[in-house]
């Protein structure tokens, strides 16, 4: 018998199910609209991605460094998520981002205890985000017990366990924790107007005591590129999955007014295939070149600035969205609607001029002539 990652990765190469995939993909689209109105949770859509096999095709790329074929797969996937419902990918990605940091920094007995877990249905989540009281870690009678509270806690009610951030003197200390209590979470804080359905609200920690098995790698682990900064690339494939949405949506409404071949019409949906299109190609090749070993800050400033390309990208796609459907995509109910909300809140995640600021700095010391520099 072969070793089971290389089983699934083989699973995940082969591709079998492309009509259950895409029926998948169909089912998750069908809830966005009542998710959104917060008349379900995305515990249907997560369920739907897990009967199809999608969750175990994507958790095959948790360990590094995944091939270049793997990589395309899962970029392939998570636009698909995105295209889909960009909410339900916020919580793939937080997902796939703590499965990757347990295969980086855990022990052997904490990789056994979320796979079991995973087996039995969890959906982990990364918090780092700390609220209006930090996260701390206190001794209280032999035991480590925190306190404080997490904001932006993407997937509350659905996400557990998760993996949460501590400062300390020595850079942030990783947690992993049970976060399913009701009376902890507090969902009111999340009245944003896009991205609602991820119920990214408040966590309160105050007197969790933490267990041996809880503390996650090392002070600065977290921070460690190029995983940290690196693996951007997978929201940015959500983006791209969303304005791919976007676009599609804009040229059914061409088509169902009987003016796609409009000139200017005809000119704006090649505009919009065309910035997909790039949007897509930055975003697989940024993956491509990170998750290969020996990647380092070269390439995770290739990746910061695929994720300026992609913004950008998503912007010029709202835009031209607006001016083809006009109206009728800002009345409630319609797809693009949703989809603008959402696509437009999850672009500003997270510390975007900082991002920027890197990936140029990075440019601007390269010995290397433009067009050399990666
Ligand atoms: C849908 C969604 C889900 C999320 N889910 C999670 C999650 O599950 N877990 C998690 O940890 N986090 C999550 N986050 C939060 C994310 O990690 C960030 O904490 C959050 O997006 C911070 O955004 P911000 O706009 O407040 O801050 P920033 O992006 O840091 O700042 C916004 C802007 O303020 C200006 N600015 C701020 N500080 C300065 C400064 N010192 N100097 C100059 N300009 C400055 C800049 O123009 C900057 O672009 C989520 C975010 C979103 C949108």
């Known amino acids: 018998m072969g070793e089971p990652i290389a089983i699934l990765r083989e699973a995940a190469r082969a591709t079998p199910g492309r009509a259950v995939e895409a029926d998948a993909f169909a089912e998750i689209e069908t809830h966005a609209a009542a998710a959104d109105r917060g008349e379900e949770d995305l515990a249907p859509s997560i369920a739907v991605l897990r009967r199809a096999g999608i969750l175990a095709r994507l958790a095959t790329y948790a360990d590094p460094w995944p091939d270049a074929a793997l990589v395309d797969g899962i970029v392939s996937l998570l636009r698909r998520i995105g295209r889909a419902n960009l909410s339900v990918g916020r919580l793939v990605e937080g997902h796939l981002n703590a499965l990757r940091l347990v295969a980086l920094y855990a022990s052997p007995l904490q990789r056994a205890s979320v796979k079991a877990a995973v087996a039995d249905g969890a959906i982990l989540g990364v918090w780092g985000a700390d609220g209006a009281r930090p996260l701390t870690v206190t001794q209280e009678a032999g035991t480590l017990v925190l306190s404080g509270e997490k904001r932006f806690a993407s997937g509350l009610g659905v996400v557990s366990p998760a993996i949460v951030s501590v400062r300390t003197d020595d850079g942030p200390q990783l947690y992993l924790v049970a976060t399913d209590l009701r009376d902890r979470m507090d969902m009111t804080s999340w009245t944003t107007s896009g991205m609602k359905a991820t119920l990214s609200g408040t966590y309160t920690f105050d007197g969790v005591a933490l267990d041996a098995q809880a503390r996650l790698g090392d002070p600065g682990d977290w921070l460690r590129e190029p995983h940290f900064e690196g693996g951007v690339w997978r929201y940015c494939a959500l983006h791209v999955g969303g304005m791919e949405s976007l676009a599609e949506c804009a040229r059914q409404h061409a088509k169902a007014g009987g003016f796609a071949d409009e000139p200017i019409t005809a000119a704006r949906l090649a505009d919009l295939a065309m ?100």
């Open 275 to 374: 910035v997909c299109e790039t949007g897509r190609l930055w975003v697989e090749a940024a993956a491509r070149r990170v998750e290969r070993p020996g990647a380092g800050d070269t390439e995770v400033a290739y990746v910061l600035l695929a994720r300026e390309a992609v913004e950008r990208a998503c912007l010029t796609v709202m835009e031209t969205v607006d001016r083809l459907i006009g109206a009728a995509s800002f009345f409630e109910g319609h797809p693009a609607d949703r989809i603008r909300r959402d696509l437009g809140f999850f672009l500003r995640q997270a510390n975007l001029d900082g991002k920027r600021a890197k990936a140029a700095a990075r440019i601007a010391a390269s010995d290397a002539p433009m067009g050399e520099i990666w």
